[in-house]
């Protein structure tokens, strides 16, 4: 019963990511990650997810408001039972890191409706993530002063995606790193990623 639901789960978020609605095309090609307000860290998260292989990896990185990369992690997940899982790993482990840094004010954004939709309300408690949910849950609760959970564009999200794949695909499987120096190929997305400031 479990496969069945993680399967309808990773289908209906695939389905999203590839093709979302007719609003959500037209603004992917202008969309850019957007800074929180001062004082707010953002995390951004995402996963990867082979269906065949049953594994995948995870990614995120905490930015502040002028676009710096403060922390990248990268994980490789050796089993995984579903895409949903892999994504709710991704932003548990973001918002755990946020707190062992100290950080009381956060923003967490993620391309997954499915999982924001779970992290803000109790409607997805009795799936094979709720583990997974109830442990974000508690440590937004028990570790900021203020904690946002937002959705975000696919294209907005790419640096995490980036990370998430190199998770899969180059860490050893079930091992993880965070990134003291963030790889220049990381940096150069940022670097794309930013808003253009009017000048």
């Known amino acids: ?19 979302g609605n007719e609003k959500k095309i ?16 953002k995390i951004n998260s995402d996963r990867s997810f082979d269906p065949t292989k049953r594994s995948g990896g995870w990614g995120f990185l905490t930015r502040n408001n002028n676009g710096e990369v403060l922390a990248a992690c990268a994980g490789n997940i050796s089993y995984a039972s579903s895409s949903l899982q892999t994504e709710a790993i991704a932003a548990y482990k973001g918002v755990l890191q946020a707190a062992q840094l100290g950080m009381s004010q956060i923003v967490l ?4 409706t499915i999982l924001v939709v779970a992290v803000k309300s109790s409607s997805v408690d009795r799936s094979s993530i709720d583990a997974l949910v109830f442990k974000i849950r508690d440590v937004m609760q028990s570790e900021f002063s203020s904690c946002t959970v937002s959705l975000c564009n696919r294209n907005c999200n790419k640096v995490a995606d980036c990370l998430a794949l190199h998770g899969a695909y180059v860490l050893e499987s079930g091992s993880d ?3 003291s120096q963030v790889p220049s190929y990381v940096m150069d997305l940022v670097k794309g990623d930013l808003p253009v400031s009017d000048v």
């Open 1 to 19: 019963m479990n496969e069945i639901g993680g399967s309808e789960s990773y289908h209906l978020m695939e389905f999203e990511k590839l093709h």
């Open 26 to 41: 037209t603004c992917a090609a202008q969309c850019t990650w957007r800074p929180p307000q001062e004082d707010i860290y």
């Open 109 to 112: 954004e993620m391309d997954a």
């Open 177 to 179: 790193m965070l990134m």
